[in-house]
């Protein structure tokens, strides 16, 4: 096994057996099926419970097929009211022309008992009605609702996952850094062996994450039915989630890397690291804002300008449809992005990693040779 | 045989001292496959950078390491074993995990580091450790991970910057005993030490720096014939006057008294005015301590 692979393997290793891993991954997974269940929970009640006196039940299911009915029969008029004022029924129609209820009738029950009655009478006299056809001439907007939500969850997600991994591996490096254990490790391996185990490593953790967070959030989607509502292109969504974690990831994670490579004591890696998180901080209240305005200009523009692109760009793609080119653009510059930081990054970590004791300028470190 | 030669280095100054800190100024000396070598000098005198250099952890500002003749490089030094002075472990890592971890990064494969590491764990008497985090062993247990971390990949050549400080005399005399036993594998040894008595005892020969010059080197005997030794003569009630204009030092006690002259000087005539004199109770020839000579060389 090379250097690489060994140090990527040593990372993975000792933080999956902790238990801040472990609680982590299985509250952010609760988190996200909860979520996946929430629409079901507040939705309001698409359920019906309806009564008859000396009648036929109406097919009321063939009009609404996702709300539930349930039929109770009463022997007269007089036992109806009763279980009508008592809660029990919502509404109870007696002998196919007369609706009772408790105060007015809910919107919706309404419309749909009288458009149903009229239906049956009118097919019972041979006249046929061909449904009114829907066709939208804007975009599709059936799933916006949808659409927005898993946008939302996203751009949580990813977030947390990106802050929290790049923190670890600007801690990681000051803790090899201030405990000199890079003297000893940089006599055996290359610094970009050690840098790039440990991105590669954490990464790996983090993908791990994010999968799982994934596939929780699109199995309880299906459990709770809020998968019905999801737009065509779910995998693409998902799939160009994780290319899009992997390309901030790498972004970000080369940037803490770096940034903590300065700095010897664990207590200052909040403080050397402070302007990443506030870059990671403005990423995410603009990822956040576009999953409102998914096709405004800011979110527009920002989706392709790296490295907001790698929120960005992802929560527009699941708020809504985005052309391909700026998809490939945003893409191209992203990926672009991250090869100049790490070229940057790696150079930065060489020179300043074995430069114990004060916190070293980064102007030096650039200036030098 | 590992060379090193005119070594330099300055650290830059900070705003109090412009000129910055003169650490080496031209340091030089070599060491022989099977040789112990004992650094010795002052606090600050270099010899933390000098092996930091040596390492590649640390650039030189000019001057040269050489390994079996040709100059050392990073291929070189990854087959050399390295204690650093601030010790350096995973605090959370297990002590075998660990052991066996950088055993893997020096290139040894799964099992031969794993072989690698049971053995130094027994030869180093950590064995009811193994399992344990690094953060819960003593100081005296750390070093000897940290000496086991040093050995584990067979090193060529093993360079220890203060290896026994802080340690007990029954853990010096582990760490001394697998330190001896590489050595007499053909293995050079170099360590940094304030522990004079050690490394008179323990080493071939000695290098001491000051200032970040070799001030003197050698084989501890050689240093010592370079020295040369004091004569000690101890007379009973002797004569009054006896040892005038005779040189070195006379001093009195309790009824006798104790001359210390430089042993090159004409001993014979000196002993037959002692025997004239009194009753001669010592009459020899001293040798000088290492830490004699460390204070004679460094003054
Ligand atoms: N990183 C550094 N920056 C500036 N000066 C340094 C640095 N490292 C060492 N020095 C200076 O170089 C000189 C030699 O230090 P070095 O650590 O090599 O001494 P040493 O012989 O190992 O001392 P000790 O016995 O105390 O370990 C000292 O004056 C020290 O202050
Ligand atoms: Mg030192």
């Known amino acids: 096994m090379n250097a690489l692979a060994l140090v990527a393997r040593r990372e993975i290793s000792t933080r999956i057996r902790t238990k801040a891993f472990i609680v982590s991954l299985l509250v952010t997974a609760l988190l996200v099926g909860a979520a996946a269940f929430a629409p079901k929970l507040m939705g309001g009640p698409d359920s019906y419970t309806l009564g008859t006196v000396n009648s036929q039940r109406l097919p009321l299911e063939a009009a609404a097929p996702e709300t539930e009915f349930t039929w109770k029969a009463f022997p007269d008029e007089g036992t109806a009211r009763k279980a009508l004022l008592d809660g029990d029924v919502d509404a109870v129609l007696v002998g196919g022309a007369k609706v009772l209820t408790d105060g007015e009738i809910d919107q919706e029950l309404g419309v749909l008992l009288q458009s149903t009655n009229r239906e049956i009478k009118l097919g019972a006299s041979g006249v046929r009605i061909e449904p009114l056809r829907v066709e939208s001439v804007g975009a599709d907007t059936r799933y916006q609702a949808a659409r927005t939500g898993i946008a939302v969850v996203l751009v949580l997600v990813l977030f947390m996952l990106l802050i929290s991994q790049a923190t670890m591996v600007g801690m990681g490096v000051v803790e090899e850094k201030g405990s000199r254990i890079v003297e000893i490790l940089l006599t055996s391996i290359r610094p970009w062996q050690l840098l790039g185990g440990k991105i590669l490593g954490l990464g790996a953790l983090g993908l791990v994450n994010l999968v799982a967070i994934l596939a929780v959030g699109v199995a309880a989607s299906a459990g709770s039915g809020v998968a019905t509502d999801f737009p065509p292109g779910m995998p693409g969504i998902v799939a160009g989630v994780v290319v899009w974690f992997v390309l901030g990831y790498a972004f970000f994670a080369t940037l803490a890397a770096a940034l903590a490579s300065l700095v010897s004591r664990q207590e200052e890696v909040g403080n050397v690291m402070s302007p990443l998180t506030m870059l990671i901080m403005i990423t995410y209240f603009v990822a956040f804002y576009a999953t409102s305005e998914p096709t405004g200009t800011l979110a527009t523009v920002m989706s392709m300008i790296p490295p907001f692109s790698s929120m960005v760009m992802p929560v527009r793609m699941a708020a809504a449809e985005v052309p391909l080119w700026q998809v490939g653009l945003a893409f191209a510059l992203m990926a672009a992005a991250v090869v100049a930081v790490l070229s940057l990054g790696a150079k930065v970590y060489e020179r300043a990693v074995l430069r114990t004791g004060a916190r070293v300028r980064l102007g030096d470190v650039l200036r030098a040779k | ?299």
């Open chain 2, 1 to 299: 045989m590992l060379e090193i030669s005119e070594l330099r280095k300055r650290f830059a100054g900070g705003p109090g001292a412009p000129e910055g800190k003169l650490a080496l100024d031209g340091i030089g000396f070599a060491v022989r496959p099977g040789e112990m070598f004992g650094f010795v000098g002052a606090n600050g005198a270099g010899k933390t950078t000098t092996m930091r250099i040596v390492m590649g952890v640390l650039q030189a500002d000019s001057g040269s390491v050489s390994w079996q003749g040709r100059p050392l490089t990073y291929e070189g030094r990854r087959r050399f074993g390295y204690m650093p002075e601030e010790r350096g472990l995973y605090q959370k890592m297990r002590v075998a995990e660990q052991i066996e971890y950088f055993g893997r990064l020096h290139g040894l494969s799964g099992a031969r580091a794993a072989q690698a590491t049971s053995e130094l764990i027994e030869r180093l008497g950590l064995g009811e450790r193994r399992g344990d985090a690094v953060e819960g062993l003593s100081l005296g247990n750390q070093q000897r991970v940290q000496l086991a971390v040093a050995l584990v990949h067979d090193p060529e050549v093993l360079i220890l910057d203060e290896p026994f400080s802080g340690l007990d005399p029954l853990a010096v005399d582990t760490l001394a005993t697998a330190l001896q036993e590489r050595c007499r594998g053909g293995v050079p040894v170099i360590f940094s030490s304030h522990q004079l008595d050690l490394v008179e005892r323990l080493c071939d020969s000695v290098g001491i720096v000051s200032s970040g010059r070799m001030v003197a080197s050698g084989t501890v005997a050689g240093l010592r014939a370079a020295e040369g030794g004091t004569l000690r003569v101890v007379v009973r009630d002797p004569s009054p006057g006896w040892a005038d204009g005779l040189p070195g030092e006379l001093t009195a006690e309790d009824g006798r008294q104790v001359l210390l002259v430089d042993a090159a000087g004409d001993d014979q005539e000196i002993l037959r005015r002692a025997m004239k004199a009194g009753h001669v109770e010592h009459f020899g020839v001293e040798q000088p301590t290492l830490t004699e000579i460390f204070k004679e060389a460094v003054a």
